[in-house]
């Protein structure tokens, strides 16, 4: 018998592995089809349905005739206005032109690897934040990227060292991933921290990207890096409407950037996917036209959800910062605990409340936990019950 060929995966698959949500969350499944109640506050999806106008528009357009084909990969030209004119509205940020700076994604983590693909050559350089979204560094070692991490702590305010940043090879360096307010840590941006990553990458020909999905949760002011003077000349921002507008199931985001840029991210887009559908977009556009009554009555819900995941915090014994934004509350474990993933392994066992160990966001998180706010405030209050061990509640199951 003639031996055939071993047939064996693309290299760039040794340097990534299954998502660790993806993992854990079929072994949540296993013990739930076992009768075990588990209360999952891991993922941060909405669990809040999107304005009544997106969804109302969305299904009007689905009943037309004429709106069932492919779409253009840079989206409807009134999609862009509108993520144009929710620019100025929300964030001040004035003049940005919806035709040659405005480019629709399927969701932001579609738009962190179309960045990479476009702007990093194999052993390029690209500075990823530990602790920081896990995309940034999967994405980068796809396009077959050096990953050069840059460590946040606690005691630097969860903020980049720009005296260590200086002692890297810069000059191999091209592309640095930014998240303020930032995942997992919930650290808020502010303007003197925008300026100084925009002059970073101004003096180092680096492109900054800032991923600011959650600029508008638990934040009356969003900011953008915009906001900055000159940093279109280095700065890429990429925003969604998953976390502030609860459309994570609708798969909207987009970037904003000067046009070179965004004409670049386009050739690799335009060769993977034909656009999204019409009656997304169409609802998309009807949800950026909310005014600030919505987001005042989210925040509303958000603050009251994340002083239930304060208690639950000092139930474990873990230390939290108050005033973190986003859809998360971070604390650190006790000294005593061995490792924040044995830590929430034991709590799940113990307690039936599923968390998110830090490790998973970099070696800088090995000492925490993040608490999702995506869960109704009688969820939370039963997964305080079982923190102080007074309970289960399984009546309130959750997906």
């Known amino acids: 018998m003639t031996k055939t060929k071993e047939i064996c995966p693309a290299e760039r698959l040794n340097y990534v592995s299954e998502y660790y949500f993806s993992r854990k969350l079929k072994e949540i499944a296993r013990l739930r089809a076992e009768g ?7 993922i941060g999806g909405p669990d809040l349905p999107p304005p009544p106008q997106a969804v109302e528009a969305a299904v009007e357009c689905l009943q037309r005739t004429d709106t069932h084909g492919y779409q253009m990969t840079v989206g409807l030209p009134e999609l862009r206005r509108a993520f144009a004119a929710w620019y100025e509205r929300r964030y001040g940020v004035a003049g940005i032109d ?22 990093l050559n194999p052993g390029d350089g690209v500075l990823v934040p530990d602790p920081g979204y896990p995309t940034y560094t999967s994405a980068s070692r796809i396009a077959l990227a050096e990953v050069f ?13 720009f005296e260590a940043l200086e002692q890297l090879p810069l ?29 970073f990458g101004r003096r180092h020909g680096i492109v900054i990207v800032n991923d600011n999905p959650y600029s508008m949760i638990l934040n009356a002011r969003p900011l953008s890096i915009f906001n900055v003077p000159g940093a279109e000349e280095v700065a890429i921002e990429m925003n969604s409407l998953s976390k502030c507008l609860n459309m994570a199931g609708w798969r909207v985001g987009m970037l904003v950037a000067k046009p070179q840029f965004v004409d670049w991210v386009l050739r690799v887009k335009s060769n993977i996917d034909s656009g999204q559908p019409r009656a997304i977009m169409e609802g998309a556009i009807s949800a950026l036209a909310a005014d600030g009554s919505w ?53 799940l066992a113990e307690k039936r409340v599923f968390i998110t160990p830090g490790f998973i966001f970099g070696k800088a998180g090995e000492r925490y936990i993040r608490i999702s706010l995506c869960a109704p405030q009688p969820v939370l209050e039963a997964a305080l019950e079982r923190s102080e061990g007074r309970g289960t509640r399984g009546e309130f199951l959750r997906p």
């Open 36 to 42: 075990v109640d588990i209360i999952s506050l891991g």
């Open 98 to 119: 919806p035709d040659r700076s405005v480019l629709p994604l399927i969701g932001s983590k579609e738009g962190v690897l179309n960045i990479a693909l476009a702007f």
């Open 149 to 161: 991490p840059y460590t946040l702590s606690e005691e630097n305010g969860w903020e980049p060292d």
């Open 171 to 199: 000059e191999r360096i091209k592309l640095m991933w930014v998240n303020y307010p930032h995942m997992p840590t919930g650290t808020p941006a502010s303007l003197g921290l925008f300026e100084r990553l925009v002059d």
């Open 295 to 347: 987001y005042d009555s989210l925040n509303a819900e958000y603050a009251a959800r994340q002083a239930i995941c304060g208690r639950i915090m000092d139930a474990l014994g873990c230390s939290w910062r108050p005033g973190q934004q986003g859809l998360f509350l971070w604390g650190r474990i006790p000294d005593s605990e061995e490792s924040a993933e044995a830590f929430a392994d034991r709590i």
